[in-house]
């Protein structure tokens, strides 16, 4: 069965400061990979997703995610961290090949930014 | 993401009302799903439609009763809750199914609270 860890519950980092979020999941074969990101009281939004192809992903807001097949990881990263971006993000996994649309997510990682 | 709207935004009710929460998506899609995010755990994903019929239902209790009247629309009815279903119920969208998982569109929840 697939699982997502994400080991950090807390991170602060200044802002202006780069960021890395780290994912690791489980899962027999290659999965689909998601970063999401929820702002207090919102829903989910979609920063970038991994299907096949180029494992460097780009997304919104100046983000991008590496998939790493060896580490069965698939870390967040951003090069300079905004106020704006302090929220909590879920890294999830999906499995190819089902017919069910089940997306596993980790307990997610709340970013907050200093000044 | 205006594309999936959620109504009410915030409910309170006693574990005796009978209440219904509504999903609408304005993104053409096929399938849609509920969610449900409490304190300190993952999502957990509760119901699965594709073409308004039920794919999923991971062992949801029965005081929470959905309905797919078209492939815009998703209800959540609750009746008899208890103080333990008080969350986020989170709605969302995807193209299909194809491949097993489309990529997914949140509304921004409904914030639950039972007395």
């Known amino acids: ?115 | 993401e205006t594309g999936v709207t959620q109504t009410p935004r915030h409910l309170v009710m006693g574990m005796t009302n009978k209440k219904s929460l509504k999903c609408e998506q304005h993104l053409g899609h096929n399938a849609m799903y509920w969610y449900k995010q409490s304190a300190k755990k993952p999502l957990e994903l509760m119901f699965v439609y594709s073409l308004e019929e039920r794919v999923e239902n991971n062992s949801v209790p029965s005081r929470f009763s959905p309905e797919c009247p078209n492939s815009s629309h998703l209800f959540l009815h609750l009746h008899t809750l208890q103080p333990e279903d008080s969350a986020l119920y989170l709605c969302a969208s995807s193209q299909d199914l194809t491949g097993g998982v489309g990529t997914q569109y949140f509304g921004p929840g409904t914030r639950l609270l039972v007395l």
């Open chain 1, 1 to 115: 069965a697939q699982s997502v860890t994400q080991p950090d519950i807390h991170i602060t980092v200044s802002e202006g400061a780069s960021l890395e979020l780290r994912c690791n999941y489980s899962y027999g074969a290659t999965p689909y990979l998601f970063w999401y990101v929820q702002s207090p009281g919102q829903g989910l939004q979609l920063l970038l997703k991994y299907f096949s192809g180029d494992t460097l992903v780009q997304g919104i807001k100046g983000f991008e995610a590496e998939f790493k097949r060896s580490q069965s990881s698939f870390n967040l990263r951003k090069p300079s961290v905004h106020w704006s971006d302090a929220a909590e993000y879920f890294c999830a996994v999906g499995a190819r090949g089902g017919s069910q649309g089940n997306l596993i997510f980790g307990k997610g990682t709340k970013l907050s930014v200093k000044p």
